[in-house]
């Protein structure tokens, strides 16, 4: 039976900010591993196992970050559909059943995995899916439950009946209680990972929110194919309801069994669980990047671009980056949260960005912003070009600082070197090319009354982009 990895990344993991921004979200982040994201080690997780190409279901937003991660660890024929606008899991889980079924492996299994999760046994991972398939070859709707190692009151809870039959799904305990499901032996971890045929499960979505799955596959049916990216028509999406495959299918089914899964496994869904799950050392401490502690216990301390020293303090979270620095007890996790949600209110854009803004061409750093100035950092990939584009308020100065710029600057075409550079005053439709075969730096000076990145007027661009 084909195995078809489906991997769910539409989240943005608001409660690892200020590493986690929306528009580089944490499953993109490299948090458990020096050389590989979230996303892809859940791809490379799939590698050893008999699959076919992945299904990925990601926010639009993401969709050049995420084909470049998988690209960068060779996963091709990778279908990636762009959610317009999250739904929760029910919705995204049934547009990778559409898109499997489209290429007709409807009787296919769909290995459900979220992105952000991470499994260093992958030969009891292996097992547990072998177990699972046979189960899922008779029409059953696996999830796969961990085995829980602590009371954890941050997870919900499967009990497990005969057969693999599921008992019952429940909600994330209090303390007292989480130490009884743990202390019965009779309850796993909701992982959140499910295997089952594609058909057997919009069977069972029809039959138990039939509204969803009508207003999915009429999002789906009116699709468009662009590049790599699958488009789902973002006004009848809009019209889907919200809602998680667990309530919305796992809970009403009766074909529904749990299968479970004994190795090593943590959803990173907070910098508790990340300091949890990482090595410390002699004082408990996770220190990360540029840090120096001293008389310091039980901290996880990460440094993005400075040093960060920590002098007596106990249980703290202390996460630098180029533009905020986060410090809170670590009992405090989930709360990180409402920060995100002030930063949203008083329209600040700590959430969304990082100093550095990935875009497929290539990547730009803000080193210096005033009232009518702004310093960038830009790089180029080779053989990456930027949009033809113009702009209304702000005028750019150029300056290569390696590698050589072909630039379009109104009607003339001038190749730049190391140390050139070249003016472009407001109005002028200009364009940015790399033709060389190493990364193109160079330093953009930008000037004018406003200097948003809304400011730009685009003629045409290789990557489909209308903003």
């Known amino acids: 039976m084909k195995i078809i990895p489906v991997i769910l990344s ?23 591993d020096a050389q590989y994201s979230l996303l892809q080690q859940t791809a490379n997780r799939t590698k050893a196992l008999d699959v076919s190409a992945p299904i990925v279901v990601c926010n639009e937003d993401h969709r050049f970050l995420i084909a470049q991660q998988l690209q960068e660890i060779g996963v091709t024929g990778a279908s990636i559909v762009l959610e317009p606008k999250g739904r929760n899991t029910a919705p995204a889980i049934a547009l990778a059943v559409l898109e499997a079924e489209h290429k007709n492996l409807e009787n296919a299994l769909l290995l459900v995995l979220p992105a952000d999760h991470v499994i260093r046994d992958v030969t009891a991972f292996e097992k547990a899916i072998q177990q699972a398939a046979e189960l899922a070859e008779l029409d059953a709707l696996v999830t796969f439950g961990v085995q829980p190692t602590r009371p954890e ?5 499967i009990r497990a009946g005969d057969d693999f039959a599921v008992a019952e799904f429940v909600e994330k305990p209090n303390l007292e209680t989480a130490q009884s499901y743990l202390d ?3 309850y796993l971890w909701n992982s959140g990972m499910f295997l089952f045929k594609a058909k057997a499960y919009l069977s069972e979505l029809a039959c138990h929110r039939a ?7 009429l999002a789906y049916q009116a699709r468009n194919e662009d590049m790599d990216f699958v488009r789902i028509d973002p006004e009848a999406f809009a019209a889907c309801p919200e809602d998680s495959i667990d309530y919305a299918v796992m809970e009403p089914t009766k074909n529904a069994k749990v299968v479970p899964y004994a190795g090593d496994w943590s959803d990173i869904g907070a910098w508790d669980a990340l300091y949890d799950y990482a090595e410390k050392d002699a004082e408990q401490n996770v220190l990360l990047g ?12 990460r440094s993005e671009s400075r040093l960060v020293a920590a002098v007596g303090v106990n249980n703290l979270v202390i996460v630098e980056t180029a533009d905020a620095v986060l410090v809170m007890d670590k009992n405090n996790a989930q709360d990180v949260k409402k920060i995100v949600k002030r930063l949203k209110t008083e329209e600040r854009e700590e959430h969304m960005f990082h100093t550095t803004v990935h875009r497929p061409w ?3 750093q803000t080193v210096d912003l005033g009232e009518r100035h702004q310093v960038k950092r830009i790089m180029v990939k080779p053989g990456e070009k930027l949009s033809v584009q113009m702009h209304h308020h702000r ?3 150029w300056v290569v600082v390696s590698g050589t710029a072909k630039v379009q600057n109104g009607d003339e075409e001038i190749l730049l070197t190391e140390n050139e550079s070249t003016y472009i005053p407001v109005g002028v439709v200009h364009a940015l090319e790399n033709p060389g075969k190493i990364p193109l730096e160079l330093v953009e000076v930008q000037s004018g009354s406003y200097l948003g990145e809304d400011d730009i007027v685009r003629f045409s661009d290789r990557y489909g982009r209308s903003k």
């Not at 009151?153 to 809870?157: A, I, N, R, S, V």
């Not at 509204?211 to 596959?217: C, G, K, L, P």
């Not at 001293?294 to 901290?299: F, K, L, P, T």
């Open 362 to 364: 290539g990547s730009y």
């Open 290 to 301: 540029d840090v120096m502690a001293e008389s310091s216990n039980n901290c996880l301390v």
């Open 395 to 397: 005028a750019e100065h």
């Open 184 to 186: 019965s032996g009779n």
């Open 211 to 217: 509204d969803i799955s009508e207003a999915v596959t």
């Open 10 to 32: 539409g989240g943005v993991g608001s409660r690892l900010w200020p590493l986690s921004r929306e528009h580089f979200p944490k499953q993109c982040l490299p948090l458990t």
């Open 153 to 157: 009151t941050g997870y919900g809870y």
